[in-house]
């Protein structure tokens, strides 16, 4: 598609249980983003994909969380057990390399999936 | 630490007065710079970047920065703040060819 797409756009669950979410990312796009905002903060970075680099992970707040990316493709967050501070908008996006190596930084970001824990 | 601040949390303005937003870096090296815009409802949409070249960026919806080495600032100004330009600002950077690094945010009210 045209541009990154993200699925379920929003997913209510109850306390303990496992969510995935997904991110298409816009194709040719190297680098993968996913960002966690919660309701009138900032942006808060998880996890970075770039090419065929390991991710870095330094963001994720703890070891229920999680990140797969397919080459450089589709990306699935996981978040197990989760819990009621999980609840918020997350985002993903992506972004092209510069011809000289390194990121442009211009993020195209999707609709975000908006989880709600019980 | 590498960082970015963005000093403000919070600022009300009437519709038609000049705006300026602060943000401040703490990085060795010049990175890139980013604004980006999260009007309500509705997703993060980048206003202006700078790489390189000429220090004073223009961007969408009327708004520039510029880029002081200086004081390590890239700070977002407007003219005339219209109402539809309520919204959540972020400034980012990308530190050399890291990843991006948001700031905390500005959100702006306009008065009519």
């Known amino acids: 598609g045209a541009g990154v797409s993200q699925s379920p756009s929003n997913k209510v669950t109850e306390k303990g249980k496992d969510v995935e979410l997904r991110c298409d990312p816009i194709?040719?796009?190297?680098?993968l983003y996913w960002y966690r905002q919660r309701l009138g903060q900032g942006l808060e970075f998880l996890i970075y994909?770039?090419?065929?680099?390991?991710?870095?992970k330094s963001g994720l707040p703890s070891d229920r969380f999680s990140a797969e990316r397919t080459g450089e493709s589709v990306s699935t967050l996981t978040i197990q057990r989760t819990q009621q501070e999980d609840s918020a908008v997350y985002l993903c996006a992506s972004s092209s390399r510069l011809s000289g190596g390194g990121n442009t930084g211009e993020l195209f970001f999707g609709e975000g999936s908006r989880l709600t824990v019980l | 630490a590498q960082s970015v601040t963005q000093p403000d949390i919070h600022i009300t303005v009437s519709e038609g007065a000049s705006l300026e937003l602060r943000c401040n870096y703490s990085y060795g090296a010049t990175p890139y710079l980013f604004w980006y815009v999260q009007s309500p409802g509705q997703g993060l949409q980048l206003l202006l970047k700078?790489?390189?070249?000429?220090?004073l960026v223009q961007g969408i919806k009327g708004f520039e920065a510029e880029f002081k080495r200086s004081q390590s600032s890239f700070n977002l100004r407007k003219p005339s703040v219209h109402w539809s330009d309520a919204a959540e600002y972020f400034c980012?950077?990308?530190?050399?060819?890291?990843?991006?690094?948001f700031g905390t945010g500005t959100r702006l009210q306009v008065f009519p």
């Open positions: 700078y790489f390189s070249g000429d220090t």
């Open positions: 980012a950077v990308v530190p050399a060819t890291d990843k991006l690094i």
């Open positions: 994909f770039q090419g065929n680099s390991a991710p870095d």
């Open positions: 194709s040719g796009h190297t680098a």
